[in-house]
Nanobody, 121 residues
């Protein structure tokens, strides 16, 4: 079974920084795309950033220039460096990954449990 575990969330003042981590474990042959999504109360879950196994990145317009996604393939871990945080960034952040569990060319999507990020004014 594959598990994604997020860490690094917390309470931070506006303008501050946080670094989120998400480690994948279990039956893993390879990981393709990894990413971060977030969901605020009353809102739908939205994409924050994604990164492919080759390092290509994609960001939501609202976080461009402030957030940086990266990954360590050897550790099956994806990171999200969040700088210049705003109250609007307050949400539960979820890790996402497309994981191949065997030599079969099939990927399955997994989600972490989420980590709370709260940005105060």
């Amino acid at each position: 079974q594959v598990q994604l575990v997020e860490s690094g969330g917390g309470l931070v003042q506006a303008g501050g920084s946080l670094r989120l981590s998400c480690a994948a474990s279990g039956r893993i042959f390879s990981i393709n795309r990894m990413g971060w999504y977030r969901q605020a109360p009353g809102n739908e879950r939205e994409l924050v950033a994604t990164i492919t196994s080759g390092g290509d990145t994609n960001y939501a317009d609202s976080v461009k220039g402030r957030f940086t996604i990266s990954r360590d393939n050897a550790k099956n871990t994806v990171y999200l460096q969040m700088n210049s945080l705003k109250p609007e960034d307050t949400a539960v952040y979820y890790c996402n990954a497309d994981i191949r569990g065997s030599r079969e060319y099939v990927y399955y999507q997994y989600w972490g449990q989420g980590t709370q990020v709260t940005v105060s004014s």
